[in-house]
């Protein structure tokens, strides 16, 4: 494999119930339909919490896209990610689905922020079409709750998420996406940025914007890893909200469309 090109979109679908977020059910009708319209090769999703929010995107998506997590004994995602493949358009999954739960989190006693709950982690596939083979990690840090930022424990989680990419076969590419909850004016970014090339830094600093609905923090990225053998280049747009959870979620959706040359 010399060449590839890859359309990612990247989302944070904030799918909690009634009264934490407006209309989670009808937002993720919507979601499903923008997914549908934008027709990504790989969609990795953050926050679907619940089992029957996941099953809420099957009719608008199902047969050409394939939903891809590890499973919660309750049947919901593991760690609130799930990643579609597009098999409409040829992709396939290798192998099994990895979960890596983070060993370090916070408390769970804080049971009103919910992460401690959440069981976050890092999901990796390897998905393949043809001679084309790469790597997705979908993958959702510790949230920041003012005036607690846990940048402890997200420094961890982030060294966690390196350690989990380093162990990936360095002869194909791997795409890392998600809700980092690190904003790229924090010390923390230089983490981030040594996982690999980061895809959304051209857009964040010419538009001068973010990707919460409510502030300008940005904090949801698309790495592209091992890139000392791959040079790539990214074309990225951002699905934004009219206002939180309206008409999609608290977040706005990365749209990736890039190309990979390998040695």
Known sequence: MSGLSLKILCWNLHGLGWPLSEDPRGRFDRAAEKIRDLSPDIVLLQEVWLRSLAERL?????????????????????????????????????????????????????????????????????????EERVYAVNTHLQSQYPPIDHAAVREAQLIEVGEVVSRLDKSLPAIIAGDFNTDAREPLY????????????????????????NGDEW????????????RVSAKLELIANQRPDFPYSDHSGLRCDLTMTGP
């Open 58 to 130: 099957s009719p608008a998506l199902n047969p050409e896209w394939i939903p891809v997590c590890a499973r919660r004994r309750s049947g919901a995602p593991s760690g609130g990610l799930l990643t579609l493949i597009h098999a409409g358009a040829g992709w396939r999954v290798r192998g099994d689905p990895a979960f890596h739960r983070f060993k370090m989190s916070a408390p769970m006693w804080r049971v009103w922020e919910g992460d401690g709950l959440g069981g976050k982690g890092v999901l990796t596939i390897e998905v393949e079409r043809g």
């Open 190 to 213: 230089a983490r981030i940025a040594a996982i690999g090339s980061d895809l959304t830094a051209t857009t964040r600093e010419r538009s001068n914007c973010g990707t919460t609905a």
């Open 219 to 230: 904090i949801d990225y698309v790495i592209a890893a091992h890139s000392d053998a791959w």
